[in-house]
């Protein structure tokens, strides 16, 4: 059959319009979910409130919003916030780039192990006063459209100081902060696919005593480096002589004690420089996670 060159150019001319539109539509985004912030103020749908990082000015890759959630209620709780802003921002043709600290890694991994297989409306990242987006054309999906999730001294395997109650017993979330609960919790080994990688802090004098290895004054290594087991263990650095060393990427530590599926380190502090806090100027092992994020998340 016999198509004219006029024709053949026609619709080659309609393609690249049609790709070009489905190209156009596509939006990527840098989602911050934060962890525990017992001075509360941060409220969950206000995609642009910062307060807990540092300045909202600060670059911290591309579109990025903040995922605001009350910071001391349980993860049960206040998970929906989280799916809120991932259905929003995450569904569709958008894909998101996820940065978390501290609990924060704790609602990112809860969200994707018990929800990161269920059927998301495709939402228009459009949200309402409440941080509810408008559906685009009532289809749904599989999960979430994300490309990686980048964790800042993450809580998701609790912490020692909520064992002991250093923590102010009042606030729910201390519970869920319990090493033996926080692993409990959820199978930290389903992540559907995505992968976390964990910057693990070890400036840490305070709580020495308390914390099992290396520690950011919050987290030991154990739970910084995504280590799997029921409970904690002692980790340090290659320099500790009283600890086995928490290993790069994703091998197992020096005794034997693997880190969860798809959980790699990609930054440990062999130099003691960096503790848990933000300090209100994207400070802390913060710091490094946000330089990663503004390299790689474009």
């Not at 941060?42 to 000015?57: C, S």
């Not at 995922?67 to 709780?77: Q, R």
């Not at 004054?217 to 650095?237: D, I, K, Q, R």
């Not at 290993?247 to 502090?269: I, M, P, Q, Y």
């Amino acid at each position: 059959m016999f198509v004219s060159l006029r024709v053949l150019s026609s619709i080659a001319l309609g393609l690249c319009l049609w790709l070009s539109a489905g190209s156009a539509s596509a939006t990527n985004y840098t989602l911050w979910i934060h962890g525990r912030n017992a001075g509360g103020g941060t409220v969950a749908g206000t995609y642009n409130d910062f307060k807990y990082w540092g300045p909202a000015t600060t670059a911290a890759g591309i579109n990025k919003k903040a995922v605001n959630w009350d910071g001391v209620s349980t993860i049960s709780a206040t998970n929906g916030a989280i799916r809120d802003a991932l259905d929003c921002y995450c569904t569709g043709t958008n894909w998101c780039y996820i940065a978390a600290h501290s609990a924060g890694d704790y609602q990112i991994g809860y969200a994707l192990s018990l929800y990161g297989g269920s059927a998301r409306y495709k939402k228009n990242a459009t949200p309402n006063s409440a941080g509810v987006c408008g559906n685009t054309d009532g289809s749904t999906q599989t999960g979430w459209n994300i490309k990686w999730v980048a964790v800042a001294s993450g809580a998701s395997g609790g912490s020692e100081l909520a064992d002991i109650g250093s923590w102010a017993t009042s606030e729910p979330l201390n519970t869920d902060l319990v090493t033996t609960t926080a692993r409990a919790k959820y199978n930290h080994n389903q992540t559907y696919g995505k992968i976390f990688y964990r910057f693990a802090g070890a400036k840490g004098t305070l709580y020495s005593a308390v914390l099992p290895g290396q520690d950011d004054e919050a987290v030991s290594y154990h739970t910084t480096g995504g280590v799997a087991g029921s409970a904690g263990t002692s980790l340090g650095n290659p320099a500790d002589w009283f600890s086995n060393d928490l290993t790069l990427g994703t091998a197992a530590c020096e005794g034997g004690a693997v880190k969860w599926t798809n959980h790699t380190v990609s930054f440990r502090d062999d130099a003691e420089a960096y503790n848990h806090y933000a300090a209100g100027n994207w400070a802390g092992i913060i710091g490094p996670v946000r330089s990663y994020v503004v390299t790689n998340a474009k």
